[in-house]
């Protein structure tokens, strides 16, 4: 299924949709030959993984192209440990205290793992959140989306610095001990990859949630609010916009509005409790709440205020949506109301008509998600869907409704309204204003009503229903 | 101040914080412009000049530029050395490796869902300090940072006297780079114009 290489810049993207889609193929075959290996029907209603799989595919080395990490082949999960599996466990002494050496593990029947989107390097690289086994509305620190430029960046937290200087009264240089002392905050936020979604605009192409939409994470992040650090360096007049920076091997930079810093950004060391992943920024990264995830510098190393924009590549040749005249918006960086039903989703399968509850993920860049509702019928008619509390704002929203499915075709689809008023469009209604401008239109920013067919036989597929 | 005066400030402070937190679950916006009024922290040290020089941004402006200067002909060299292997012999891209820098002016404006634009630093990027900016700090891929200022100057006039943007001994240098005009130069609307659906 290679394309003809063309070696042009969006070419170089449809060979890489084209790689996922391989890729995600390959990773469902394997799921069902290593479930019929077992017996079981090979499309579970819920993703049920178990570590015999994982066992069959280090024992046969068959395992998916590229799709599972290199540590599939030791005997656990990745994330667990093997432990004999006694016939019945309340007949034997379990595993001794302790003995995880003092930091936990799953249980080696989860397999739950990230996605890598198939880029060429695996330094420059993306991998996706599994959204469709969820629960609840935290995203474990492990599963958490990522997207690297240039490698997973290793920094002795001693050894780091923030640097926050240009139009300020006092340049600072911080300690992550410093910023530790300082007034700090928790926030339960989203993050989102403005380009979450991108190989669904014009037709329906990956096959799964995760695929589709996993591209966003919740995570509790705990650090020191922004206008704080403005007030210590003390901000001049003129000032509007900030430059900051990354300390990964692609030195990234992003131009972002003075006003950010003062209404909610904040600079974050911690993450669900513990200190931020490696993965997600380790020491120190900005958290820029309900903004596109690539403002949320990681690994911030330095902050210049400034008068301007700086015009860098990461807000000029990318990060911009470039419309059907030609014209490119800069600047975009709220992530709009989105919601995706989780279960049932692309590649489960029904196992007859009867009681299920519909359940998913909502959210909203601009605030709290004020309602979400649920079509079984493509959007004819609409049903309002319960949130669970707390509602946070910025925040993955969890959505429940119950389903009677009469054993007939459905299409399931989802929509939230936010504390703006603002009702998550179609597809259609995006594309009818942005234009398609190539197959993946203006890339960024699709926040369309997602939809899933449920067959007659009970199997779900992503399809595209306006 | 006596240290009870302090305590009191720092207690008042803090109340402060804490009083914004009542309108949602989160606490409100965090705008120490008006929740913390206390004098600096006086943490940190002040940065000196030699830890900060070896930071850069390079806006359209041009303030800041280094020293050197590069030529099409120097850049070349560099190109072929340090770029080649991944951008392509014609700067066209490599497939699984580097993007396409030129081609694709006319490609912009296009509705077909069928047929990609090519955006590249000839047809899309709106300024060349940005391409400077993004050589010397990012490439070549696998080590970065490693060109020196003239390198990178002459790596940028390669290309983009290869996309016909400048001509061949034209020297880009912090004076002439920032004058340079860019093909795509006003294809950018800052500002964001959403929602698209009300």
Redesign the interface.
Known sequence: MKRQ?R?????????LIDDMVDAERNYLAERARQAELEGHDPEPVRRISSRRHFLAAAATGLVGAGMLPKIVQAKAPPGAMERPVPADAAKVLGTPTGDDAGYGSRSQFESEVRWRFPT??K??SWTMTPLDGSLGIITPSGLHFERH??GIATIDPHKHFL?V?GMVE??????MA??K???S?S??HMIECSGNGLTE??KPTLKTAQGTHGLTSTSEWTGV????I?????VKPGAKWV?V?GAD?????RSLPLEKM???A?LAYGQNGEAIRPEQGYPLRMNTPGWEGNTSMKHIR?I?I?D??????EE??KY?D?M???????????M?AKSVITFPSGEMKLPGPGFYEVTGLAWSGRGKVTKVEVSANGGQTWAEAQLQD?V??I?HTRFRLPWYWDGKPAVLQSRSTDETG??Q?TIK??TD?????????SIY?LNGIQSWAVAANGSVTNVHQY | MSINTRKLLVAA??AA?AAGCAT????T?????T??NGA??N?????TAA??SK?F?????GRGLPAGSGNWEQGKKVYEQKCQVCH?DKL??????G??LN??RGT??????????????ES????A??VF??IK??MP?NA??SLTDSEVYAATAYVLAQGNIIGKTEVLNAQTLPKVNMPNKD????????????
């Open positions: 290489a070696f042009e810049l969006d070419e170089k993207t449809l060979m060429p390097t330094e420059s430029h240039g640097y200087h006092r340049p600072r240089k911080y300690s410093d910023l002392r300082m007034p905050i926030r339960t605009w014009t609010p922004m206008s704080l403005m007030q210590d360096v003390g430059i920076e091997a692609a030195v990234m930079t003062y209404e909610d904040f330095r210049e400034t301007v924009p700086y015009q860098t590549r000029t040749s911009s470039l059907a005249n030609g014209k490119a918006r800069q600047f975009t960086f709220v709009e707390p946070l704002p925040c603002y009702l469009p209604q995006l204003v942005r234009g398609t401008n190539g197959p993946i239109a920013h | 402070g803090v914080v949602n679950p989160q606490g916006h965090l705008d120490m412009r929740a913390y600096p922290l943490f940190g040290t002040t940065p830890e900060l930071f941004s390079y806006p359209p402006d392509g066209q891209g490599v497939a699984g490796m993007e396409a081609g694709g912009l404006v296009n509705n077909d869902p069928k047929k990609p634009p090519m955006k590249t630093v899309y990027w709106p300024y300090t940005s900016d993004f700090r990012a891929f970065p940072g294809g950018f609307v800052p500002g964001d114009p959403r929602p698209d659906v009300k």
